[in-house]
C-alpha cells in the first residue's frame, strides 16, 4: 500500500454527509480508490473509511484540512498500516464444472472462505480479508476463471483499546 492511504472518519449519520465527502474531492481532482460507510455503534454517527492515492504529502495535508472543514466531520485520522487492521469482503463466481467440485472445495475450505452457492457450472464464494489476502486467494484460484467478482472496499480500524473518539453527544450538536 505504498501510495495508498487510510483515513478514518467519524462523521454525523444523516443524508448528504458522503456526497459533501465524495464532492469534495472531485471538486479538487483527488482520487479516491474506495470510500465505505457504515452507522457506529451509535447510531448518531457513522464511520467512513476512505483509500486515497497519493504520494504527496502535501496533498495528503490538504486533504485533511479541507475534510475539516465540512461540519459534519467529528474526527479523522490517517491510520498507520503497523497499527490498524485493514479489511475487505470479496464475493466471487467461479467456473467449476462438477467433476472439480470436490478440489474446489477442499481449496476453499482451506483458504477459509464461505460457498454461498453451487449451480451446475459455477460456485459462488464470499472471503474477508486485507487486500493482499484476498489477492493471494484469486492467484490460488487460478485454475478457476472467474465469471464474476465484487469486492467491497476497505474498511479500517486502529488496533488499539481505546475507541476512535470517546464520544459525548452534547458536544456534537448541529
Known sequence: MSNKKVLSALVR????????????F???GYNIETISACATENPKFTRMTIVVVTNDELEMSQIIRQLSKIQDIRRIAILDERKAIYSEMMM???KCEPKRRTEFLNLTFRNHMNVV???DSTAM??????????????EKFAAYPIVEQTRTGMSAMEASDRPFVE???AEFIN
Open 13 to 24: 449519520n444523516h443524508p448528504g454527509v458522503l456526497q459533501r465527502v465524495s464532492g469534495l
Open 26 to 28: 472531485y471538486r479538487r
Open 92 to 94: 466471487v463466481k467461479f
Open 117 to 119: 452457492y453451487i449451480g
Open 125 to 138: 464464494v464470499t472471503v474477508s480479508g486485507s487486500p493482499e489476502d484476498l489477492d493471494a486467494i484469486l
Open 167 to 169: 464520544m459525548d453527544d
